[in-house]
Nanobody
Framework: QVQLVESGGGLVRAGGSLRLSCAAS?????MGWFRQDPGREREFIGA????????AYADSVKGRFTISRDNAENTVYLQMNNLKPEDTAVYYC??????????????????????WGQGTQVTVSS
């Protein structure tokens, strides 16, 4: 069972930056970030493949958020710049430990992941 430990959330003013980290305890093939507001569905933010480091982003964060990974540390990062109040949510890290499909294509669906972090709150004040 792969465990995911997130860190880095907090309170920031609009226009500011935060970096989230997600450390995995075992082998993964793709890792992603999602966010969720109360009463809303979990929303895809971005993902990165372990092979080649291919990335994908939601349109709402393109150009502001960047995903990177450190394979040696089994850790994925989400650098969030120019944050907006509408970015406020609980952010979840996700991982898939099963080699399936095309390992070079980042997964955007929540159903493509079989491990989830506990979530970290990000609050952006106006």
């Amino acid at each position: 069972q792969v465990q995911l430990v997130e860190s880095g959330g907090g309170l920031v003013r609009a226009g500011g930056s935060l970096r989230l980290s997600c450390a995995a305890s075992g082998r993964t093939y793709v890792m992603g970030w999602f966010r969720q507001d109360p009463g809303r569905e979990r929303e895809f933010i971005g993902a990165i493949t372990w092979s080649r480091g291919n990335t994908a982003y939601a349109d709402s964060v393109k150009g502001r958020f960047t995903i990177s990974r450190d394979n040696a540390e089994n850790t994925v990062y989400l650098q969030m710049n120019n944050l907006k109040p509408e970015d406020t949510a609980v952010y979840y890290c996700a991982a898939d430990s099963t080699p399936r499909g095309n390992l070079y294509v980042p997964v955007k669906s929540i159903y493509g992941y079989n491990h989830w972090g506990q979530g970290t709150q990000v609050t952006v004040s106006s």
